[in-house]
């Protein structure tokens, strides 16, 4: 009769399992060490045409070529970026589907959503920031509206009427506005639409007055007469608009300087390798001359850090954002 031994048996299936833990992490460091070795897809959790997805078009470009695998961009809209960002946070965590966000997503929504779906500062790995993003006031080109002084002297005279369009409740659009309105003590009345660009485009047909936009988002609007800008949120003047005051010069909002980011992120419990190799590229991407040649015309600043760096950016802003949206009692409507 054959005796059975507990020890002997627990050992050897231990042997087993750390033979079979060995055999894995092989295999998975032999594919990551291929790494790219197919197309990799990067959600944008914004309309196509938006400042976000100009950038992430342009990067995505020089980072195809370097890297030598296609980038597909897939726009997923809604929720002022909740529904795409949530779809990268339950993506697969294996480098081959990553995502362009704005900042608002992760350090504004969540504050002004007490729903959202993902933890921005658990849900994902943080791979760099790519560029800053300069801000404008923007309006129709026949609106009477013809400096930042103009409007705030409209809106103080009858509070509530003048609109202002954004990409969706929560939006960069959005806070951007709200926080205008708060810091020049007026009341502007907010229509949120589902992406940045739908937005610009009905201040251009002359639907709404005004939008607190990217300048890459409304540059080519602007640059076929549609929309004039009537001020940058910057601490000094555009070098493609030289004759567009900051909101500081004309002294109706002093201090007030306000920009968004844009970062690229992946599914949390990406291997940390496989994020330093994107952070590389990233660095690699922005340090070309083209590169920062098209984004600076866009009004796009390049800097990119580290994913450390960018997470602490996240938490950091996360915390102002929510102070803001609290002592200005910010809505999501």
């Known amino acids: 009769m054959k005796t059975f031994r507990p020890v002997q048996t627990a050992r050897r299936a231990l042997l087993g399992m750390a033979c079979f833990a060995a055999l894995t992490a092989g295999t998975q460091a032999q594919a990551q060490a291929g790494y790219p070795n197919k197309p990799i897809r990067m959600i944008v959790p914004l309309a196509a045409g938006s400042a976000v997805d100009v950038a992430a078009r342009l990067l995505a470009q020089k980072m195809s070529t370097n890297m030598g695998q296609p980038f597909v961009i897939e726009n997923i809209t809604g929720a002022a970026g909740i529904i795409g960002a949530d779809k990268l946070a339950k993506s697969a965590p294996d480098g081959y589907t990553i995502g362009g966000?704005?900042?608002?997503?992760?350090?504004?929504?969540p504050n002004l959503n007490p729903n959202t779906p993902f933890d921005p500062l658990t849900d994902f790995a943080y791979v760099s920031r790519v560029a800053i993003i300069e801000f404008s006031a923007a309006v129709p080109i026949d609106s009477p509206y013809k400096t930042i002084a103009d409007l705030v002297k409209a809106a103080k005279a009858a509070p509530g009427t003048i609109t202002y369009a954004s990409g969706g409740n929560g939006s960069p659009q959005h806070m951007g506005g709200a926080m205008f309105a708060a810091h020049t003590g007026i009341e502007l009345r907010h229509v949120p639409y589902r992406g940045a660009s739908q937005a610009a485009l009905d201040v251009a047909g002359g639907q709404v007055n005004v939008t607190f936009q990217g300048i890459a988002t409304v540059?080519?609007?602007v640059k076929a007469g549609k929309l004039r800008l009537i001020g940058v949120t910057a601490q000094k003047r555009h070098p493609e608009y030289p004759t567009?005051?900051?909101?500081?010069?004309?002294?109706i909002a002093p201090g007030f300087n306000y920009s968004t980011w844009f970062a690229l992120t992946a599914p949390k419990g990406t291997p940390r390798d496989i994020v330093d190799r994107l952070n590389r590229e990233v660095v690699k991407?922005?340090?070309?001359?083209?590169?920062?040649?098209?984004?600076?015309a866009l009004g796009l600043v390049p800097d990119g850090n580290t994913p450390e760096q960018l997470l602490a950016l996240t938490r950091d802003q996360l915390t102002r954002y929510g102070k803001v949206i609290r002592d200005n009692n910010i809505k999501a409507e």
Do not use: C, H, Q, Y
């Open 101 to 109: 966000f704005n900042d608002s997503v992760i350090t504004m929504v």
């Open 219 to 221: 540059a080519s609007l």
């Open 285 to 296: 991407a922005l340090a070309d001359p083209e590169i920062k040649e098209r984004f600076n």
């Open 244 to 251: 567009v005051p900051t909101f500081e010069e004309v002294g």
